[in-house]
Structure formats: structure tokens, C-alpha cells
């Protein structure tokens, strides 16, 4: 007599786990990576210092210009149309 056997497929929820388990630990040590890195070049810090800006937007600018006769640059526009327009937003750094 001959014998049937029946082929089953294997178990797939070792092989989800297992690709899981990789994706875990590579996303683990990339972070770790990253992070060392990060501290190493920033001195202990995990960023550089923030810019602290002034925001100031141009209809602000060109109402205190025309009631003051202040010469800034940045509220100014050249006939040319050089410089900031009303919808523009000027920006300032500034360092401490």
C-alpha cells in the first residue's frame, strides 16, 4: 500500500514575528546611532541653540513708515518693485 502524506505550508506567524523583531532592533539602533551623533557634535545638546526671530510684517512696517518718516530698508520699496510687497513677511535674526 502506498502511503498519502499531506504537505502543509509552514506557520507564518514565526517569520512575522521574526520580521518584527529585525525591524525593531534596526529602528533601536538607528535611533541610538542618530542620537549618540547628535550629542557628539552638539556638545551634550540634541540640537543647536534656536535663532530667535522678530517677525514683522510689511503693512506693519509701511503704516509706522508713513507715520513716521523712519528710513528702514526693509519697509522700503524701490520703484523698480525691489523689496518686500504687502504680502510678504520680513524676518529678522537676531543674535544674542
Not at 538607528?30 to 549618540?36: H, R, V
Not at 509706522?64 to 528710513?71: A, G, L
Request: charged share 15%; with cysteine; glycine share 6%.
Amino acid at each position: 500500500m502506498t502511503e498519502i502524506t499531506a504537505i502543509h505550508d509552514p506557520d507564518p506567524k514565526p517569520l512575522y514575528m521574526l520580521l518584527i523583531f529585525t525591524i525593531g532592533i534596526c529602528s533601536y539602533f538607528f535611533f541610538l546611532g542618530t542620537a549618540a551623533v547628535r550629542l557628539w557634535f552638539y556638545k551634550g545638546a540634541l540640537g543647536p541653540e534656536p535663532e530667535k526671530f522678530i517677525v514683522i510684517r510689511s503693512e506693519v512696517l509701511t503704516s509706522t513708515d508713513s507715520s513716521s518718516s523712519s528710513s528702514s530698508p526693509l519697509s522700503r520699496t524701490s520703484k523698480t518693485g525691489v523689496g518686500p510687497s504687502s504680502t510678504q513677511t520680513v524676518c529678522q535674526a537676531r543674535r544674542p
